[in-house]
């Protein structure tokens, strides 16, 4: 992901709310299936941590991206966003910018 997609991104998602909240269990295998179901149907999903978290969000963004093969877009503070194209043509609602090739 260049970081012209990856500003795109996070403008989309300036305006988003939070769609999960990740409490003191941290990344449990339901959350990370939830995730993978809203990123499938949205694409790009922020999730909020929780202050009674222990965990690190930049750790959890990277095992959440690793388990649902997400990129992570952001982490600021306790705000994490996600995204990953639908696998279904019909289903994609974001359009990155083109990547310009190399002359």
């Known amino acids: 992901m260049t970081s012209k997609q990856r500003a795109y991104l ?27 179901e809203a990123l499938e149907a949205r694409e790009l999903i922020k999730l909020a941590v929780l202050k009674n978290c222990l965990e690190d969000g930049s750790q959890m963004a990277a095992v959440l991206a690793e388990r649902t093969h997400a990129e992570v877009v952001q982490v600021i503070g306790r705000k994490i966003v996600l995204y990953r194209q639908a696998k279904d043509e019909k289903k994609q609602k974001i359009v990155l910018p083109a990547v310009k090739k190399a002359r």
Do not use: H, N, R, Y
């Open 10 to 36: 996070k403008s989309l998602a300036m305006t988003m709310d939070p769609v999960f909240q990740i409490g003191k269990a941290g990344v449990t295998p339901e959350l990370t299936q939830a995730v993978d």
